[in-house]
């Protein structure tokens, strides 16, 4: 009788032969031509998400310093103070795995990139300096993009939730991306460009942390050459910004006290403002409706994110009044009358193209006409489009409740002698950049961009040309990425005419979580993404339910990006096995967008519905990809 072999050399051959398929031994099934994913790493660090740590900082904030970051990754390259040369970023320590099987906490870590393969930090940053140096002299910066991997093996069914949710695969573009082991795990059109939307705040975040640094702070200050006598400023007071986007009526009133702290209780002479640091524009698109608030005025002199609240009722009719801390400054004025071409919504005089600058003896003011249908109560905010002068008319109103008297504001540059009277900071950039990423104000955006260029080239930009500038600066920076395609407008992603890929987007989330800004963890400031937010429009239960098949909340901390036909979701995912991974959705119907645009779509209620229900299935379809991924990584 012949004897059995023992049962665990029965065991070992089928570890053997089950090891032999996963190593590709086997042959593996059939790839799609149209979507791909690759195979997930077999053993690789577990990355368990934790509350993001503030960065260190030299400048010492108001409050206590934040503490360092506890980020595994590789530390951020100090700048070089001498010539603007760049650091060599810091080798990746190696990292014990950690339980995959722990919940994970509201907000992730950094990614531990780079741990599972040595020298995974195999570029350099560029410092400020270095990288204005460089896009001048046509170069590029030393920074990393992702690798470009071997194509996937395996298939992903993408095709069915794509139809599922009634888009043509042609209008879906999608990328995974795993930074520990350095390979694109799914993709579909990752290299065709869509409508970015707000997404676009994300490439311009990005610069800003790195050219300005997240501990930088933005000033606004009463500077004068004059003297001060007996407590009268004999010489002009000049009002003076650099961009600060979160100045309100709190800071500027901080402001005008520091005058009667520096004991000054009256001003002979005028009063002017100078925001010549930066450009400035009535409106950040020209193609939106003029009436819309989150399409405002820029300048470098700018108060409660550049709106006026305006109020009517049937008795006193409509009139501006104040926001918040911020009184209602001169200038501000509003009738009810024809409106061209008889619309119905409020129209600003001068048209915006009709300012200029050069033209304005004065400080220009801020004129509405509302259409006669407008009956009954109500309120609404307005766009501010000369930001300078109403920031101005609004600090005098200030001072004159503090018992400063100040002539009419007139716009100026302030002589080199001025002195510093007053001033008042801006929260740090990182803060800021947490509260864009957030709430997606296009006003900040286009102030953080704006702010970034003229750090990088020390030149005033338009929009257009600082949107330009960071497309170079991109361009020349990551390698392993084709960037002909990439074309952001603004910095906001407030334009039907911005263009990037997916996989464009995902080497930009990459570079800022591998090599961070001074400990910095990037993922830790984009918003928890649940799916069950008001701005989800469309058919609820696709929302609520997951056709993968997954339950509860997708860990998932992204940037969404929202206009009529343009949908846009990058960021982060914990995967099923514990990894941080980076990905990008992008989901465009340019036909029907263009169409919406030619008819004027804004001022039709069927219009603007059916563009709603769109966006519904395209959040639909982010959710489903998320769980997908989640599922199978």
């Known amino acids: 009788m012949r004897r059995r072999p023992p049962i665990f050399l029965a065991r070992a051959l089928a ?32 990355v368990r ?8 900082t030299k400048a010492t904030p108001a409050k206590a310093t934040p503490p360092k970051a506890t980020s595994a990754r590789p530390a951020a390259a100090k700048a070089s103070p001498a010539k603007g040369t760049p650091a060599q970023a810091t080798t990746p320590r190696k990292k014990s795995p950690a339980s995959a099987t722990r919940a994970p906490a509201t907000r992730p870590q950094a990614a531990k990139t780079g741990s599972a393969r040595p020298g995974a930090a195999r570029a350099v940053v560029a410092t400020a300096a270095g990288a204005a140096g460089a896009v001048a002299a046509g170069g590029a910066l030393a920074a990393p993009g992702p690798h470009v991997a071997t194509p996937p093996r395996a298939a992903l069914n993408a095709e069915a939730l794509i139809a599922r949710h009634g888009f043509s695969p042609d209008q879906v573009g999608f990328a995974l991306f795993d930074p520990q082991e350095n390979a694109w795990l799914e993709t579909h059109q990752p290299d065709q460009p869509f409508l970015p939307a707000s997404v676009s705040k994300v490439p311009t975040t990005v610069a800003a942390l790195d050219m300005l640094g997240p501990a930088f702070r933005w000033q606004t200050r009463l500077v004068s050459a004059g003297t001060v006598e007996n407590g009268v400023l004999n010489g002009d007071l000049y009002l003076i910004g650099d961009g600060d986007p979160t100045l309100d009526g709190r800071a500027l009133a901080r402001l005008v006290a520091g005058l009667d702290a520096a004991g000054i209780h009256a001003v002979r002479g005028r009063f002017l403002y100078d ?15 003029g009436d819309l608030a989150y399409n405002p005025g820029v300048g470098a002199l700018s108060v409660d994110f550049n709106r006026a609240l305006l109020r009517w009722d049937p008795k006193t009719g409509p009139r501006f009044t104040p926001a918040g801390a911020t009184p209602v400054g001169d200038g501000l004025s509003v009738r009810v009358g024809a409106t061209p071409e008889g619309g119905r919504r409020p129209h600003f005089e001068p048209p915006p193209s009709a300012l200029t600058r050069a033209s304005a003896a004065v400080a220009p003011g801020e004129s509405w006409v509302l259409p006669a249908p407008w009956t009954g109560d109500g309120s609404m905010w307005l766009p501010v489009k000369n930001p300078g002068s109403y920031t101005a008319n609004a600090t005098r109103a200030l001072a004159r409740k503090q018992g400063l008297a100040l002539p009419p504001p007139e716009p100026g540059a302030a ?38 260029t003229r750090r990088l080239t020390g030149q005033v930009l338009t929009l257009d040309q600082s949107a330009a500038a ?24 407030l334009s039907p005419d911005s263009r990037a890929s997916p996989r464009q987007i995902v080497a930009i989330l990459d570079y800022a979580q591998r090599y961070g800004f001074h400990g910095l963890d990037y993922a830790a400031l984009l918003p928890r993404r649940t799916w069950q937010s008001d701005d989800d429009d469309g058919p609820a239960a696709l929302l609520a339910s997951s056709a993968v098949g997954a339950s509860g909340p997708v860990p998932v901390w992204a940037k969404t990006g929202t206009v009529y036909y343009g949908r846009g979701l990058a960021g982060f995912v914990v995967g099923g096995s514990g990894r941080l991974l980076t990905f990008a959705i992008f989901i465009s119907d340019l036909d029907r967008r263009a169409q919406f645009d030619a008819r004027n779509g804004h001022e039709s209620g069927a219009d603007i519905r059916a563009a709603r229900a769109w966006l519904g299935r395209a959040r639909a379809l982010e959710r489903d990809l998320a769980d997908l991924w989640r599922a199978r990584h």
């Not at 998400?49 to 960065?55: F, Q, Y």
């Not at 925001?275 to 409706?289: K, M, R, V």
């Not at 395609?485 to 910095?491: D, G, I, S």
């Open 15 to 46: 570890l053997l032969w089950l090891g032999a398929l996963l190593a590709g031994v086997m042959p593996p099934p059939p790839a799609s031509a149209a979507t791909t994913r690759a195979d997930p790493a077999q053993a690789a660090t577990t």
């Open 49 to 56: 998400p934790k509350p993001a740590a503030k960065p260190a």
């Open 275 to 289: 925001d010549s640091f930066l450009t400035h524009a009535p409106e950040i698109e020209p193609s939106q409706p």
């Open 415 to 452: 002589p080199p002698t001025a002195r510093v009277l007053a001033l008042v900071r801006s929260a740090p950039l990182y803060e800021i950049v947490t509260g864009v990423l957030k709430t997606s104000n296009n006003m900040v955006a286009e102030m953080i961009g704006l702010t970034t």
């Open 470 to 493: 960071l497309n170079r600066l991109y361009a020349g920076s990551l390698g392993g990425i084709d960037w002909s395609t990439f074309h952001l407008v603004n910095h906001s992603g």
